[in-house]
């Protein structure tokens, strides 16, 4: 679990590719615009290690972890 973080994309700068989604397809969707979907709920359950992986293997650099501004 991420806590006191969420994960953010910039839909201008992904293209979409699935690296996101075939790490964690129950956290990103590509959806039909082309570009990644996050589910919140799920991004804050999953495993901490696997969201870094996501945000590092993005080929355009568009996901980003970020801290919520909550202590």
């Known amino acids: 679990m991420v806590d006191n973080r969420i994960v953010e994309a910039d839909r201008d700068v992904c293209i979409g590719s699935g690296q996101c989604e075939m790490l964690l397809p129950n956290v990103f969707t590509v959806g039909d615009e082309g570009t990644v979907d ?3 709920a799920a991004a804050h359950e999953a495993d901490t290690t696997l969201l870094q992986r996501a945000v590092q293997n993005c ?3 568009a996901l980003r972890l970020s801290p919520t501004g909550n202590s």
Request: charged content about 15%; proline content about 17%.
């Open 59 to 61: 080929p355009t650099a």
């Open 38 to 40: 996050i589910d919140a």
